[in-house]
């Protein structure tokens, strides 16, 4: 079934993977030589992966906005805040975060993610929700979420994919749950919305997207997603953007990673003297894991909001049924030093011109696993699995035979790299131009689990 699926999604959904051939020398979000304890970024350039915390060198000629307002919190609080605060701040602070007012995405943004890689991805993501509202029994209405959708792309790739189906694509309504409202458009855009007038006349209006005849809307926060209907949830590189804090040992025990404004008024990495509130969530996550694997590290980092939301997602299946699908780059215990800073596609220190850059943290899927499982007993967890299993066994590779059928050689030199960077590892062996521009796979750093209703069983392709 999972063959003829990923060989019959919509032949006339050829448009990106045809037109878009992407510079090959664009990173994607990891770094190929990124690794849990050491940033890819310079020792010099990286507090991160120091083992003392060090002043940061760098001053800018005139704070931004987003820099005036991390001082003031420190003014105000008349000490550092937490590396989790500052994450935050830089990302989503309402004015002027990293993702609020542009678009970060692609050769002439930040970095690149899978979804901007190949229509593939979108498509077996697609193909994984259908086999699964398969499972659930074909229910006649569905709420598809997806959490950080970016430009919109997976969203639009897989509703394009599915198009054939009508009986899935009508029980659909897509939530969209993003914090950007400059996002926000380009996702209107690109699912190609438009607004109507509801069918209860009663004056309201309601946004569909023309791709397939669904109806969309948007959140600030999964929270705010209806609830009391049978849900999907897609997050891909959603986990890895909460803010994480972090932990270094000491003679004493663990003690927190703080951001301080020094007295030359730059930024600075400080230890707190005495244990802060999130301690509490270092504790549960060190409850999980077994003396061995903490007797190893110098270093943790939490995220306490990829607790929260997790729960709040494992709750949710358990009433409503349905399933949860994440897609991240992590690991399946505990994580070190992981947070990094990328802008215009190369490495730069996080404490560099906040805002004007992106952070991320490798994913703690253990974590993950823990969280769903102690917020129901109704949830299953399935995975971690590598991104190339779990797109090999959805059938990419027929999809891409399918596709090459009928194009040009540019076209399927697109399509191959595209093909290497979904599920290749390490440099591309077809690759014949410079070294530096070589292809990188994707398919063994990045991870998927599923999390789902158990009375939909298992999931494919966790069987
Ligand atoms: C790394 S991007 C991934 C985008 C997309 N999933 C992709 O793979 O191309 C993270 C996305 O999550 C959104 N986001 C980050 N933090 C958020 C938050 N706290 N609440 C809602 N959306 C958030 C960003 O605006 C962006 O759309």
């Known amino acids: 079934m999972l063959r003829r699926l990923a060989v019959q999604l919509s032949s006339s959904h050829q448009r990106r993977l045809f037109n878009a051939s992407f ?9 190929p030589s990124f690794s849990s304890t050491s940033t890819s970024s310079s020792s010099s350039s990286s507090s991160s992966s120091s083992q003392s915390p060090q002043k940061h060198s760098h001053e800018p000629s005139s704070d931004s906005e987003l820099v005036k307002h991390l001082k003031g919190i420190v003014k105000f609080r008349g000490g550092p805040i937490t590396v989790a605060e500052y994450m935050e701040e830089v990302l989503t602070n309402p004015k002027a975060g990293f993702y609020i007012n542009r678009d970060v995405f692609g050769a002439e943004g930040d970095f690149i993610t899978s979804p901007e890689v190949s229509q593939m991805f979108g498509e077996m993501v697609g193909v994984w929700a259908m086999c699964l509202w398969e499972q659930m029994g074909r229910p006649s209405r569905v709420n598809l979420v997806e959490l950080g959708p970016g430009r919109g792309t997976l969203m639009a790739d897989l509703l394009c ?34 607004d109507e007038g509801s069918s209860g006349g009663d004056g309201d209006t309601r946004t569909i997207s023309k791709l397939v005849g669904t109806p969309v809307s948007w959140h600030v926060a999964l929270e705010e997603v209806p609830s009391g209907v049978p849900t999907i949830i897609v997050a891909h590189e959603f986990y890895d953007a909460l803010p994480v804090h972090q932990f270094q040992r000491a003679t004493r025990g663990w003690f927190e990673k703080m951001i301080d404004v020094a007295e030359n008024s730059s930024f600075q990495f400080v230890l ?13 996550r060190c409850k999980w894991a077994s003396p061995e694997e903490l007797n190893k590290l110098e270093q943790i980092e939490v995220c306490p909001k990829a607790m929260e939301l997790t729960e709040a997602i494992a709750t949710r299946l358990s009433g409503d049924g349905g399933g949860a699908l994440i897609i991240d780059y992590g690991l399946d215990g505990v994580v070190s030093d992981s947070l990094q800073a990328i802008r215009k596609h190369k490495f730069v220190h996080i404490l560099d011109n906040p805002g004007t850059a992106d952070l991320s943290a490798y994913v703690d899927f253990a974590s993950i696993r823990h969280s769903a499982e102690e917020a129901s007993e109704n949830v299953s967890v399935h995975g971690p699995i590598t991104q190339s299993q779990f797109l090999g066994s959805l059938g990419i590779n027929f999809r891409v035979e399918a596709l090459l059928q009928n194009c040009t050689d540019e076209q399927a030199e697109s399509l191959r790299t595209g093909y290497w960077r979904l599920v290749g590892d390490g440099e591309a062996p077809f690759w014949e131009g410079p070294d530096e521009q070589a292809p990188l796979g994707m398919g063994t750093r990045y991870l998927v689990m599923a999390i789902v209703n158990k009375g939909q069983g298992i999931p494919i392709p966790f069987q």
């Open 23 to 31: 510079p090959q020398f664009l990173a994607p979000r990891l770094s």
């Open 161 to 194: 994919g599915v198009s054939k189906f009508k009986n899935f694509t009508e029980s659909l309504h897509i939530h969209l749950v993003e914090c950007s409202p400059t996002l926000q458009k380009l996702q209107r855009s690109n699912l190609k919305c438009v």
């Open 272 to 284: 707190s003297p005495k244990s802060t509130p999130a301690t509490l969530f270092l504790m549960k």
